[in-house]
């Protein structure tokens, strides 16, 4: 399946260029809407991984709104990667690297780590695949993460997406990782639509 996916993805970066299409997106717009949602976890984000970082869509977000701390890019597209640290060479504490979330460990040492639309697409084992990969991020991160998906509160669904129910995945995270959950299921991403997916906020136990 990842063999799959990586040839979909090169199939849009071939026919879209370095462009949120390449990665998925409808356009900047609603993408930006999403990395606007994701950063509201901390009003200071100081060190942040994104996890499958496409063509660092995010830090070109985060850059634009005053983000002055450390990132690092993570995907396992190497076509992407070769893009992204081109394009951002000239930006010091920021760095963008080919990764396997399936074999290798996500980096500690950083506060935050943010993902978007890693689970959108429909595969083998989605529900597994998307535990798994909250576990390792919360594991990893020194303070919380946030992550956005497609929602089942909808009224329509493509067969090439994956949709989970967010009531599912935030009692998965209240029970097994933290009391700290922060739902968010209200903005809209696409003018004129429903809130068709969720972004979920995990923070770490506060120490005594």
Do not use: W
């Amino acid at each position: 399946m990842i063999s799959d996916l990586k040839k979909h993805y090169k199939n849009l970066l071939a026919k879209h260029g370095p462009s949120p299409e390449a990665v998925q997106h409808i356009n900047k717009e609603s993408q930006y809407k999403r990395f606007e949602v994701l950063s509201q976890i901390d009003s200071e984000l100081n060190s942040v991984i994104d996890l499958g970082c496409g063509l660092g869509d995010m830090f070109q977000y985060l850059d634009s709104n005053n983000f002055k701390g450390k990132y690092l890019g993570l995907d396992f597209m190497p076509e992407f990667i070769a893009l992204s640290t081109e394009n951002f060479s000239e930006h010091q504490n920021t760095q963008f690297k080919t990764f396997d979330l399936m074999s290798e460990k996500i980096p500690t040492g950083f506060d935050y780590i943010l993902l978007s639309g890693v689970f959108n697409n429909n595969q083998q084992n989605n529900e597994e695949f998307m535990l798994t990969t909250i576990k390792k991020m919360f594991e990893s991160c020194e303070k919380g993460i946030a992550f956005n998906a497609m929602s089942t509160y909808v009224d329509f669904q493509d067969n090439n997406l994956y949709y989970s129910d967010p009531l599912k995945i935030f009692d998965y995270c209240k029970r097994n990782l933290t009391r700290r959950v922060v739902l968010k299921h209200d903005y809209l991403v696409k003018e004129g639509s429903i809130p068709f997916e969720y972004t979920i906020f995990l923070y770490k136990e506060e120490r005594v």
